[in-house]
């Protein structure tokens, strides 16, 4: 019972261009939720959250938009950049919780 | 160093072994998680440790695997008598804060295959 869904295994883009990653969830309780990178051999990385009070969280060339009604939430990137290129996975929680409830990932490749 | 450091970087193991994986947070940290992550997925929670006390072991896959923080630093991963479905990366985070999900800081891993 995947509770949190990323549909699209991956997703190629030019550089300069916008990249969308897109999640699904379906455990309304969560309320908090955040967007991983991960590089090859290396651990995760935070990348950018938004709790369920805001629509939209944005930093820098990142924007994490947050549907509450469909739950979804979608990751922008806005230019693209080779070095962008990564697994993304998308995670959720209760915020008072201690526990994050990962997506299977999605691989993003930015072409130069 | 700043991180959350792990050790070994690789393990193999023989079906029936027992192996045990080390996590040294960052420090300050007081909370310590250890997750489980699979070939093509996301991590899994395992265990989670606010300071020495271990709060939550609901995702541990079952009494083979044993976590520890004695003294609210280090903690070990312990999974006796190792199975092939216990093939994995598995990463340790830490985190400041005690009483809520927040960003976690994730070390790179361990990858353990049993043969």
């Known amino acids: 019972d995947q509770q949190v869904k990323q549909n699209s295994p991956s997703l190629s883009v030019q550089e300069g261009r916008i990249s969308i990653l897109n999640c699904d969830y379906t455990n309304s309780m969560f309320d908090y939720f955040l967007w991983y990178k991960k590089y090859p051999a290396e651990g995760p990385t935070f990348l950018i959250s938004i709790s369920s009070i805001k629509d939209k969280n944005e930093d820098g060339r990142f924007t994490v938009f947050l549907n509450k009604s469909a739950k979804h939430l979608s990751l922008h990137i806005v230019p693209s950049q080779p070095g962008d290129s990564a697994v993304y996975f998308c995670?959720?929680?209760?915020?008072?919780?201690?526990?994050?409830?990962f997506g299977a990932g999605t691989i993003l490749r930015v072409k130069s | 160093g700043a991180g959350v450091s792990q050790s070994p970087r690789y393990k193999v193991a023989k079906r029936g072994q027992d192996v045990a994986l080390r996590c040294d947070p960052i420090?300050?940290?007081?909370?310590l998680f250890w997750y489980q992550q699979a070939l093509g997925q996301g991590p899994e929670f395992l265990t989670y440790?606010?300071?020495?006390?271990?709060?939550?072991k609901s995702g541990l896959p079952s009494d083979r695997f044993f976590a520890e923080r004695p003294e609210g630093s280090v903690s070990t991963l312990k999974i006796q008598r190792t199975q092939q479905e216990d093939s994995a990366v598995y990463l340790c985070a830490s985190s400041l804060a005690p009483d809520r999900v927040e960003k976690l800081f994730f070390g790179s891993g361990t990858q353990l295959s049993v043969l």
């Open positions: 420090s300050g940290h007081v909370s």
């Open positions: 440790f606010q300071n020495e006390a271990q709060l939550d």
């Open positions: 995670a959720a929680s209760v915020l008072y919780g201690n526990k994050l409830v």
